[in-house]
């Protein structure tokens, strides 16, 4: 079995394990989308009450802004799906040792790392971003074909490049600092601006959520392609998936260094 297959083998045993174990308990599987579904939907109500008081974000249609946060809610799914040993990552993996654990494996530590991370409750984000794009798609008089549901695949992929790529790159410089909380939560906050516009803020910001921390690519940029007469730079939303593997490169080349740097859990 050549390197590829075993991880792709392994992946699906971790993938069956981690269902099995969460449908273990049932109720409690459904309370927790419940529970973030409805998180998600107060979002949407933010949306409403931002747009009714916020003059520069009454240049876009609601249904436009709709469709932003829709378009937002898929990459962040398919990441929050196996991220979550990111979030942990300083403290479990190098505080607490396990990563000699992974080390000891004849298999990717990062493919290990994040498999481990799986969770289910991506699915209520999914649901909702791809109801959310539904209605604005039909209210905008969106015509979806082949095509266009291949290049929104395309750009979701590539949104979810960008937004794995950070947290990897953050993730791994705790190999340098060994915090037990890391980078990632202050990071993670800065994705809330990725719901919005980023026309409506200060040139700025828009910088850095450009080219520093390319949150625009998340979801505006790419979105802009579908919503172009609101589109203020709709070509940017080409570079998406250039943005995604620019992201991973430089999260796997760090995670790579640090590896490297990493001399176990022992005294």
């Not at 973030?36 to 802004?65: D, H, I, K, Y």
């Not at 962040?76 to 505080?95: E, G, I, N």
């Not at 298999?107 to 290990?112: D, E, H, K």
Request: hydrophobic content about 55%; some cysteine.
């Amino acid at each position: 079995m050549n390197y590829v297959s075993r991880h792709l083998l392994v992946g699906w045993l971790y993938l069956v394990q981690a269902m099995k174990m969460r449908l273990e308990y049932r109720a409690d599987f459904a309370i927790e989308c419940l529970a973030a579904l409805l998180q998600q939907a107060t979002g949407l109500l933010m949306l409403q009450v931002l747009f009714a008081n916020v003059p520069l974000l009454q240049q876009w249609s609601r249904e436009e802004v709709f469709f932003i946060y829709g378009f937002m809610l898929l990459p962040r799914a398919l990441f929050d799906a196996f991220a979550m040993s990111f979030y942990m990552f300083s403290d479990k993996y190098l505080v607490q040792g396990e990563m000699d654990r992974l080390l000891l494996r004849p298999l990717s530590s990062l493919f290990q790392m994040m498999m481990e991370g799986i969770s289910f409750d991506f699915v209520a984000d999914l649901t909702l971003g791809i109801a959310v794009i539904s209605y604005a798609s039909s209210k905008l008089g969106l015509e979806w074909s082949l095509s266009t549901g291949l290049m929104l695949g395309v750009l979701v992929i590539g949104s979810w490049g960008v937004l794995t790529g950070v947290f990897l790159f953050m993730t791994a410089l705790s190999f340098w600092s060994q915090d037990r909380v890391g980078l990632i939560p202050p990071v993670y906050n800065l994705l809330n601006f990725a719901q919005y516009p980023l026309n409506i803020f200060h040139k700025i910001v828009v910088f850095i959520l450009t080219f520093l921390i390319p949150f625009g690519f998340v979801a505006y940029y790419p979105s802009t392609l579908f919503l172009k007469q609101s589109a203020a730079e709709p070509g940017l939303a080409w570079f998406t998936p250039l943005a995604g593997l620019a992201c991973m490169a430089l999260g796997g080349f760090t995670w790579r260094l640090g590896l490297r740097r990493y001399a176990g859990a022992g005294s």
